[in-house]
């Protein structure tokens, strides 16, 4: 025997109460028109159950999100080719992206839409870069030299075709020392198909 959904059983009684109303309507449950209208309902009924059926065996997309938002904790210095290390998160759907590393890892393939912040001390200059594994791919140049109290914030935003297992994190271009200012520093990226 079939089972139906509480979406599917509330189609069908629904259906049932109206065909009731209408026997008793018409008094004769064997008029041609009562008989016509009926084998139409049923027919669409069955294709509406075909349709709740289809839909509930779809892959609901969130179940495949990925989204990640993390910030500096704290104002950090980072040296030479350190991978910056985004120790705040935010938002982190899908689990791809470490605490501990600095670095997101495509849990599947897809294309991912990628943005970093920085806020550089005054007087500082810093080259934070997109990579992925390895290899340059978006950079941008935050060079601070107004005075001791003038802030810049810059920002980059890229979308990238990934594959599973890549990883995708951000340092600074030249290797150079980079002066970063906690929350206003942040790294975040998000499966868009």
């Not at 209208?37 to 075909?50: D, M």
């Not at 495949?64 to 290390?85: L, R």
């Not at 550089?120 to 005075?147: E, Y």
């Amino acid at each position: 025997m079939r089972s139906f959904s509480s979406q599917q059983s509330t189609v069908i009684c629904s259906l049932v109460w109206l065909l009731a109303a209408l026997s008793v309507a018409h008094g004769d449950c064997n008029n041609a028109l009562t008989t016509s209208f009926i084998k139409n309902q049923l027919s669409s009924l069955e294709k509406a159950i075909n349709m709740l059926d289809n839909v509930s065996k779809c892959t609901c997309p969130c179940k495949d999100q990925v989204v990640f938002h993390a910030e500096m904790g704290s104002s950090k210095t980072y040296y030479g080719n350190s991978v910056w290390v985004y120790d705040k998160v935010v938002t982190n759907v899908g689990n791809a992206y470490n605490t501990s590393t600095g670095k997101f890892t495509a849990p599947t393939n897809g294309i991912y839409q990628f943005n970093w912040y920085t806020l550089s001390n005054p007087k500082v200059t810093s080259h934070p870069g997109l990579f992925v594994n390895g290899q340059i791919k978006a950079r941008q140049a935050a060079n601070n030299q107004g005075g001791t109290s003038q802030w810049l914030t810059t920002g980059s935003s890229m979308a990238l075709p990934l594959k599973r297992g890549e990883e995708v994190y951000i340092m600074d271009v030249r290797g150079w020392k980079s002066q970063l200012r906690s929350q206003w520093t942040a790294f975040g990226g998000v499966l868009i198909n």
